[in-house]
C-alpha cells in the first residue's frame, strides 16, 4: 500500500531557529497538505498546495511559514524563525483529486519541539 | 463556519463491551462527514465516511456512524470492543468542492481487559 511518510518524526529546536520539516508524498498525487495539532487541540489545516503554488492557506499560515515541492518528490514546511507556540504534531497528507478530500493519505506526523 | 465537536477527550470501555463515540458538526449544507483513527507513532487513517446516500455507513475494523441530519450528529459506534481497537479517534467534516479537513479534537479510546 503506497504511504506518505515524513522526517524526522521528532524535531527538537531552540526558539528563533529555523526547522524544516519533510515529507514525501505518493508519487502520482497532486496535491498536499499540511495540518498540525498542539498537544490536547484539534487537528488544524495550514494550507493545500498544488502545481508549484498555494492553493489555500489559513490564518495560522503566516508569513513565517512556507512551502515548497523543491524537487518533485519532497513536500517541505519551513518556520523561519520558531515560537514556544508552534510546538506541535505536523502532518503532512497528499491526493489525487481535490473533489475526494476523503482520499487524502496522511503521514505519521512530525513532532516539533520549541524549546 | 464549519466544526466539529466531540465529547469526551477519553473514553474508557470494557473488552467485549459497546463503543460510542459522539461527533457533532457544523456545517451550512450537507458535508462529508469522516472517522479517522491514529495508532500510536502512526499517521490519520481513514476508518469511515459519509457523502451521499445510505446514512449508516460501514467502515474497517468493524466500526460505523450514522449520519443523522436532524441531529447534526455523526456517532461512531462498534458492538463489541477490542483490546487492539485502543486508539485515538478523529470524528471530521469537509464542505462538498472543499478539500481541507475540519477536525475534532479527537478522543482517546480506552480499552479495558
Known amino acids: 500500500e503506497p504511504e506518505v511518510t515524513q522526517t524526522p518524526s521528532h524535531q527538537v529546536t531552540q526558539m528563533g531557529q529555523e526547522v524544516i520539516l519533510r515529507c514525501v508524498p505518493i508519487s502520482n498525487h497532486l496535491y498536499f497538505y499540511w495540518y498540525r495539532q498542539i498537544l490536547g487541540q484539534k487537528v488544524e489545516f495550514l494550507v493545500s498546495f498544488y502545481n508549484n503554488e498555494i492553493s489555500e492557506k489559513s490564518e495560522i499560515f503566516d508569513d513565517q511559514f512556507s512551502v515548497e515541492r523543491p524537487d518533485g518528490s519532497n513536500f517541505t514546511l519551513k518556520i523561519r524563525s520558531t515560537k514556544l507556540e508552534d510546538s506541535a504534531m505536523y502532518f503532512c497528507?497528499?491526493?489525487?483529486?481535490?473533489?475526494?478530500?476523503?482520499?487524502?493519505?496522511f503521514g505519521p506526523g512530525t513532532r516539533l519541539t520549541v524549546t | 463556519a464549519q466544526s466539529v465537536t466531540q465529547l469526551g477527550s477519553h473514553v474508557s470501555v470494557s473488552e467485549g463491551a459497546l463503543v460510542l463515540l459522539r461527533c457533532n458538526y457544523s456545517s451550512s449544507v450537507p458535508p462529508y462527514l469522516f472517522w479517522y483513527v491514529q495508532y500510536p507513532n502512526q499517521g490519520l487513517q481513514l476508518l469511515l465516511k459519509y457523502t451521499t446516500g445510505a446514512t449508516l455507513v460501514k467502515g474497517i475494523n468493524g466500526f460505523e456512524a450514522e449520519f443523522k441530519k436532524s441531529e447534526t450528529s455523526f456517532h461512531l459506534t462498534k458492538p463489541s470492543a477490542h483490546m487492539s481497537d485502543a486508539a485515538e479517534y478523529f470524528c471530521a467534516v469537509s464542505d462538498r468542492g472543499d478539500d481541507k479537513i475540519i477536525f475534532g479534537k479527537g478522543t482517546r479510546l480506552h480499552i479495558l481487559p
Open positions: 497528507a497528499s491526493n489525487f483529486n481535490r473533489e475526494l478530500p476523503y482520499e487524502q493519505y
